[in-house]
């Protein structure tokens, strides 16, 4: 941990970098994996799912950058490479194979969710840790996932 004069103790800050890396990587991998479905959907509805997941990557890609300067922020350091977050995303990889549009769709569903799901964790440890700050960056975070999750569940309904 570098120096800060931030009043939160090193170990909580350490701590919280440690989530906020962990988000970090899966949110690096949402977007790669958000744009491996842009360039390979197919089908009756190509440009309008193509369009979608181009925005929902440009979502997810706004996300990353806060995440990793709150975590140098607090002293830590922001592990943001695709190596590093390929190596520590919890997420499963995409498929390369897919050949039905709703397929795509699914699979991001299955992915937003549980990039969601895991920074809503992720909002309760940092808040139990006492680092409002932080817990109320990726409140936004969940906020946007949620959001669209739902375009992406609302072409399958």
């Known amino acids: 941990m570098h120096p800060t004069k931030n009043s939160l103790s090193a170990a909580t800050r350490e701590k919280v970098a440690g989530i906020l890396n962990q988000v970090l990587a899966n ?8 744009k491996q479905a842009h360039w390979n959907v197919r089908g009756p509805r ?7 997941f181009d925005k929902l990557a440009d979502t997810v890609e706004d996300e990353i950058d806060p995440v990793a300067e709150r975590i140098t922020a607090l002293g830590g350091v922001a592990k943001g490479t695709i ?32 990039t969601a ?31 669209a999750l ?4 609302s072409h399958l309904q």
Do not use: C
């Open 150 to 153: 739902w375009f992406l569940e």
């Open 83 to 114: 190596r590093l977050a390929a190596a520590n995303s919890k997420l499963p990889e995409f498929p390369a194979d897919l050949k039905d549009e709703n397929a795509y769709v699914t699979g991001l569903v299955e992915r937003y969710s549980q």
């Open 46 to 52: 190509f440009i309008m799912l193509h369009e979608l």
């Open 27 to 34: 949110l690096t991998d949402l977007y790669s994996q958000t």
């Open 117 to 147: 799901n895991d920074v809503r964790k992720s909002i309760d440890e940092i808040d139990g840790l006492g680092d409002t700050g932080s817990a109320d960056l990726i409140t936004g975070t969940v906020r946007e996932l949620d959001q």
